[in-house]
């Protein structure tokens, strides 16, 4: 099923424009909310899943959360450049990079649960409990269609 055609599309009326300006808003909180800690929103992400495993290569984290190579690269250096992770080679594939937190980066990470949520409580106060599992029902459904 079609929803937008050429008729009816409006730019400020369509679902890319508001997720992007969500997007930015919600970036722009959590970026002035981390910066306690020193770090971004991104990077938020890419120390949250070393944390839980959920990727351990720069090529793992690029697919999980988004983001092409080359900005996969620079943001790796920023938080290597700060003390947070250390990158080593692989003893069976020396292509592969290896990430993993220091001691700092850990502590950075076990900070972010203190600081995240708050941000998006305030993002989310006017939802009731059922619009907030149906929004992030459809966002899901969104995100892998």
Do not use: C
């Amino acid at each position: 099923m079609d929803h937008y055609s050429k008729e009816n599309f409006q730019l400020t009326r369509s679902i890319g424009f508001f997720l992007n300006r969500a997007r930015n808003s919600l970036l722009m909180e959590m970026d002035a909310a981390l910066k306690e800690v020193d770090i971004t929103a991104q990077q938020m992400g890419i120390l949250l899943s070393l944390t839980h495993g959920v990727a351990a290569t720069p090529f793992e984290l690029s697919k999980l959360l988004g983001i092409d190579t080359g900005l996969m690269t620079r943001t790796l250096d920023k938080l290597e450049n700060k003390g947070l992770l250390a990158r080593s080679r692989s003893s069976d594939d020396r292509r592969v990079v290896n990430l993993t937190l220091t001691p700092k980066g850990k502590a950075v990470a076990e900070r972010i649960p203190e600081i995240a949520p708050k941000v998006l409580n305030a993002r989310l106060k006017t939802f009731s409990q059922e619009e907030f599992a149906e929004f992030l029902r459809l966002l899901a459904k969104f995100a892998d269609a």
